[in-house]
């Protein structure tokens, strides 16, 4: 629900780039897919439900391999992109919802995914919620992946160098006042303590992609942080996005590279 301050602050915070955040994020590994669905006792799930699945990057994944796919995604501009890239998917639907409130039915599905966004999630409500529309049995996995990926030492000191500034510049601003997030690294602890799963564990996957100079500002670009201060008039000079994309062309030039992404999953079973 959005009765908090911070539950609309977290939301409003990825309006205006949906496109650019479809483009340049990861694609969660397909390899998941056989883990949750034998964790959940089933081949093909008949249902599997993608919570805050922003574009849809992770639902789309699961187009092939359940009978029907739900994403739930609060922001309108979010779900308009999710909607036209799985247009060519009539077993995938979206519907407005939040993680403490999908609308679904009680026990109604066999897979929940969250994938980079527990963290920005209400944890006692959320696996309530959670618990509530999984079936007895069924798994959730909570998704996401280490960052910056791995690719070129070089290339991951500069874009972390980057953040520095921006980082600043939202402090001094008091941008990121209203909005509130919870540690990833504390993601296992609170799914276990929820008292709705009976068996957790967390689980490492390895994911390649490829990767330019392009999509390494691209994807530095995608943080809601950065444009969070592009929103705020902050200028791309005052940022560091055109020195930072002078050292992205400097240090790879034209070529293009195998980007290693580490995906952490913290798996449920209710």
């Known amino acids: 629900m959005t009765d908090a301050p ?27 897919i056989p883990i949750l669905t034998q964790m959940a006792r089933i081949e093909r799930p008949p249902c599997v439900v993608d919570i805050g699945c922003g ?37 995938i639907r979206y519907q407005k919802g939040f993680s403490t409130a999908t609308g679904l039915p009680d026990a109604s599905t066999d897979i929940v995914t969250v994938s980079q966004a527990l ?3 209400e944890p006692t409500a959320t696996f309530a919620e959670i618990g509530r529309v999984l079936r007895p049995g069924g798994v959730f996995a909570a998704i996401d992946n280490d960052f910056p ?7 991951e000191r500069a874009g972390e160098n980057f953040l520095i500034t921006p980082a600043q510049l939202l402090a001094e601003r008091g941008l990121e006042s209203d909005g509130k997030k919870w540690a990833k690294d504390e993601h296992l602890a ?21 990767g330019d100079a392009d999509r390494m500002v ?29 050292e992205a062309k400097r240090i790879l030039g034209d070529t293009t590279l195998f980007w290693h992404f580490t995906y952490r999953v913290r798996l449920g079973v209710k």
């Open 6 to 32: 911070h539950v609309a602050a977290n939301i409003d915070r990825f309006l205006g780039f949906a496109d650019l955040y479809d483009k340049y994020r990861p694609t969660p590994p397909i390899e998941l």
């Open 55 to 91: 574009t849809g990057l992770s639902t789309r994944i699961w187009a092939d391999h359940a009978d029907q796919v739900i994403g739930i995604e609060p922001n309108d501009e979010m779900r308009a992109v999710a909607e036209a890239r799985s247009a060519a998917f009539p077993n």
């Open 119 to 121: 963290h920005w999630m």
């Open 149 to 155: 990926p791995t690719f070129d030492w070089e290339a």
């Open 190 to 210: 609170r799914i276990a303590a929820s008292g709705q799963f009976r068996y957790t564990k967390e689980i490492a996957l390895d994911h390649v992609e490829m």
């Open 218 to 246: 691209g994807v530095e670009l995608s943080q809601a942080g950065i444009q969070l201060l592009l929103k705020a008039g902050v200028s791309e000079e005052e940022i560091g996005i055109p020195a930072l994309r002078a």
